[in-house]
């Protein structure tokens, strides 16, 4: 029987997970395998999991706008996708819908690999952003045990919010909230700085900061991969700071669900997160234009 398995959203065409899956089970000589891109129509998402389910799939990752339904239809779910409050991943497993979110453990081993496994511990971060993703960023920073997190959103109320729940999880890090007017105050001491807003994506503005505020030592990381090299990403390197591309998350964050999905054929392994995935995934994008 074919091992399948699918990312899922609406509109799916951009997703990228098919070229990092589709590599593993080549590199991984997964036989009888398929990894499909499935576009699911708003309003439709429960029935056609199930249905997903009864044709044999073994799970799927869940990409926009489908992230929070996939979290309120599994019947166990991990602390991850509980303090997100949504789902990247679900799988099903002896009659049983599991939901958990991968991305924290993507952001986390992006940083460590870019980093130093033990390097953020004490230090002091800015993050930008209070979204989706910005949820995950500020788990996994706390989880690194940094010193302080500064979480500037353009709407403050979100980052306030951010703070409440994370509180919530324990943790010593110091958590403080504001927005990009803060942004020269915040970016005086900052180690490390993560873009975690859609600013500087493909169709969306540039983030309005001037990173001259930070020091020359100051590393930028975007976790936006569209484009690779995002305006915030271009003038840091132009100044000389140590940058973190979008991809590195995005493949780590693969990494679980693959290891998964493909449990019994890798042996419970974890697939890696090699130079040569990243140069597919980067040959992938450019064939987009
Ligand atoms: P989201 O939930 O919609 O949140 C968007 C965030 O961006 C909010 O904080 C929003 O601020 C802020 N924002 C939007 N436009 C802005 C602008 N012009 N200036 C300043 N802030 C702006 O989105 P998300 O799911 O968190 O995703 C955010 C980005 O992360 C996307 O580009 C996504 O592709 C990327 N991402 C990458 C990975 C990866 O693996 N590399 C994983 C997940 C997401 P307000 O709250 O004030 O509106």
Same mark, same amino acid.
């Given at each position: ?20 899956? *589709? ?6 000589? %997964? ?19 199930? *249905? ?49 979110? @991968? ?84 970016? *005086? ?7 975690? @807003? ?10 309005? %900061? ?18 690779? +090299? ?35 054929? +890798? ?23």
């Amino acid at each position: 029987m074919v091992a399948r398995a699918a990312v899922v959203g609406w509109p799916i065409a951009h997703s990228l997970s098919p070229t990092l899956h *589709r590599y593993w089970i080549n590199q991984y000589h %997964i036989q009888d395998a398929s990894y499909e891109a499935i576009a699911i129509q708003p309003g439709t998402f429960k029935q056609r999991i199930l *249905r997903l389910r009864d044709q044999g799939f073994r799970g799927v990752n869940v990409t926009i706008p489908f992230k929070e339904e996939a979290f309120a239809l599994a019947d166990k779910t991990d602390s991850a996708a509980q303090f997100s409050g949504a789902a990247n991943l679900i799988f099903f497993s002896q009659g049983d819908i599991i939901g958990r979110n @991968t991305d924290i453990p993507g952001i986390q081993d992006s940083l460590m690999q870019s980093l130093g496994s033990a390097a953020l511990g004490g230090r002091n971060i800015v993050l930008l952003g209070a979204g989706g993703a910005a949820r995950a960023v500020a788990y996994a920073l706390q989880a690194l045990k940094v010193a302080r997190i500064s979480i500037l959103n353009r709407h403050r109320n979100r980052a306030d919010e951010l703070v409440a729940d994370i509180t919530r999880y324990g943790g010593d890090s110091e958590l403080r909230t504001g927005t990009l007017l803060d942004w020269p105050d915040a970016a *005086r001491d900052a180690w490390l700085v993560v873009n975690a @807003t859609s600013a500087g994506m493909t169709g969306h503005p540039p983030l309005e %900061i001037d990173i001259r505020f930070l020091a020359a030592d100051a590393r930028v990381c975007d976790i936006v991969y569209n484009p690779l +090299m995002t305006p915030l990403l271009r003038e840091a390197a132009a100044r000389g700071h140590k940058i973190i591309d979008g991809l590195g998350m995005l493949m780590h964050q693969a990494a679980p669900s693959f290891q998964v999905f493909f449990y019994k054929e +890798m042996q419970g392994k974890m697939p890696e997160v090699t130079a040569a995935l990243r140069t597919a995934l980067i040959e992938a994008l450019r064939a987009r234009g």
